[in-house]
């Protein structure tokens, strides 16, 4: 019983707080000790400044301060990945980067060591995608009463864990109205499964889809979930004409054929070698592989420093996003696309353009013949990306630490100049995120 009670707990952290903290996994979210500390000193400094305030009560307090800290957070890892080993940008000329000539079939993901010289390419077939499993049941008039007046129950059994599930149907009910009431009681178990109501064509009947979030099979696996209805006749009845307990579409295992082996897998995402994260997004023509290799040096230096615009348009959309509903977010807007426009004018000479809404757009061809120069011009282009970078990282920093200084809030006290002392204060009660109404 514990063991159900710590899953459920475990899915319900991971589905409402996945991207922040069960997203994909990036190797520059590892911290060494010496970077814990130091964020630690940071977080010590923001505290021992910080005025006693309570938050402004608003539905968007919470999405916009965790929107703050994810794209911060993103930004971090980009400028990270551009900062390896304390080199300049112009170091990308070496780094690798993945490129597939089927991406609507594989795409790829190069995650091993810059200098790995034995670093090759390679091709793959897509014989068949993982799947999902699906229980979908009968269709019921919406308006209809199919079911009497009482308690039923039925038992859901999953890789994790066995549950009950009950649900009472009370005298004016309709089909729907049971149909809806089973849906949240799966959905808000937080169990891997996601229930939604079908329509049939004349949308005059309903019935339950439930499908798994999870995908393939393990060896000795029959089905990923299984529902049977309780031992009374009444719920043995009621699971006849709701008809979720049958399985429509079994789950599947995906099936490739890597450098002329076939292999399998069961998710679409895997890891080929250590090396490369390759993601299967279709199946192939028979005989027509898709080819995986690397992008040229020029192509990967504008990729990336694409990627680093994305971090910074990425905040950018979500001060404009949070415009008129979020005070503060002015203030965000003001500190981030401040340092663009302190670029303005240099980045002009490398075809990067500022717009109007302070977001950065790249003219690739104009910044591909300005890294391309020998000589003074592309070591001035390399300056500019390096000092914008920089500017951006310590931006990005700052807005991780305390993303509480962008939310609307009243000040209550600010503490006495030059008697601050260190002190677990405000702005560490929201280190993770989970924001709570607090006036």
């Known amino acids: 019983m514990a063991s159900n009670t710590m899953t459920v707990v475990y899915n319900q952290i991971a589905d409402t707080y996945g991207t922040a903290f069960f997203g994909k996994n990036n190797r520059f979210d590892a911290q060494k000790k010496s970077e814990i500390k130091d964020t630690y000193n940071k977080i010590v400094k923001t505290n021992k400044e910080s005025p006693l305030y309570k938050i402004r009560e608003s539905e968007d307090t919470a999405s916009f301060a965790i929107n703050v800290k994810e794209q911060a957070e993103e930004m971090k890892n980009i400028v990270a990945s551009l900062s390896e080993n304390g080199e300049g940008m112009e170091s990308v000329y070496n780094k690798k980067i993945a490129m597939s000539n089927r991406p609507d079939v594989v795409e790829a993901e190069y995650t091993g060591d810059d200098g790995d010289v034995g670093a090759g390419g390679f091709s793959i077939e897509v014989k068949q995608l993982a799947t999902t499993q699906v229980n979908q049941g009968n269709f019921l008039r919406r308006d209809a009463r199919d079911f009497d007046q009482g308690s039923y129950r039925f038992d859901l059994t999953t890789n994790h864990g066995s549950y009950e599930f009950k649900y009472n149907v009370n005298d004016d009910d309709t089909d729907e109205?049971?149909?809806?009431?089973?849906?949240?009681?799966?959905?808000?178990?937080?169990?891997?499964?996601?229930?939604?109501?079908?329509?049939?064509?004349?949308?005059?009947?309903?019935a339950l889809h439930i499908e798994t979030k999870q995908t393939g099979l393990g060896d000795g696996e029959e089905f990923l979930f299984n529902i049977e209805a309780g031992s009374d006749r009444g719920s043995t009845?009621?699971?006849?004409?709701?008809?979720?307990?049958?399985?429509?579409?079994?789950?599947?295992?995906?099936?490739?054929?890597?450098?002329?082996?076939?292999?399998?897998?069961?998710?679409?995402?895997?890891?080929?070698?250590?090396?490369?994260?390759?993601?299967?997004?279709?199946?192939?023509?028979?005989?027509d592989a898709a080819t995986i290799g690397f992008k040229t040096s020029v192509d990967a230096v504008a990729d990336n420093v694409q990627g680093l615009l994305s971090g910074y348009n990425g905040i950018i959309n979500t001060a404009n996003r949070f415009a008129g509903r979020q005070e503060s977010s002015a203030k965000l807007l003001s500190?981030?696309?401040?340092?663009?426009?302190?670029?303005?004018?240099?980045?002009?000479?490398?075809?990067?353009?500022?717009?109007?809404?302070?977001?950065?757009?790249?003219?690739?061809d104009a910044f591909i013949n300005s890294i391309k120069d020998e000589g003074g011009d592309a070591t001035k282009a390399f300056s500019t990306l390096n000092s914008f970078r920089d500017a951006l990282g310590r931006q990005a920093t700052k807005a991780s630490i305390d993303p509480m200084s962008y939310v609307d809030k009243v000040v209550v006290e600010y503490?006495?100049?030059?008697?601050?002392?260190?002190?677990?204060?405000?702005?560490s009660i929201y280190a993770g995120m989970i924001v709570d109404r607090v006036c």
């Open 335 to 364: 500190e981030v696309s401040g340092i663009a426009k302190t670029f303005k004018d240099r980045f002009a000479e490398i075809g990067l353009i500022v717009n109007e809404d302070s977001s950065i757009s790249m003219d690739r």
């Open 415 to 427: 503490k006495n100049p030059g008697r601050t002392f260190s002190a677990p204060y405000v702005s």
């Open 177 to 206: 109205d049971v149909l809806n009431k089973i849906k949240k009681l799966i959905n808000n178990a937080r169990i891997g499964l996601n229930a939604e109501l079908v329509s049939d064509d004349s949308n005059l009947r309903k």
């Open 237 to 287: 009845d009621a699971m006849r004409t709701l008809g979720i307990d049958k399985i429509t579409s079994a789950a599947e295992n995906s099936l490739f054929v890597l450098n002329g082996q076939e292999h399998s897998s069961y998710a679409n995402n895997f890891t080929v070698n250590n090396k490369f994260s390759v993601t299967l997004n279709g199946v192939s023509s028979p005989g």
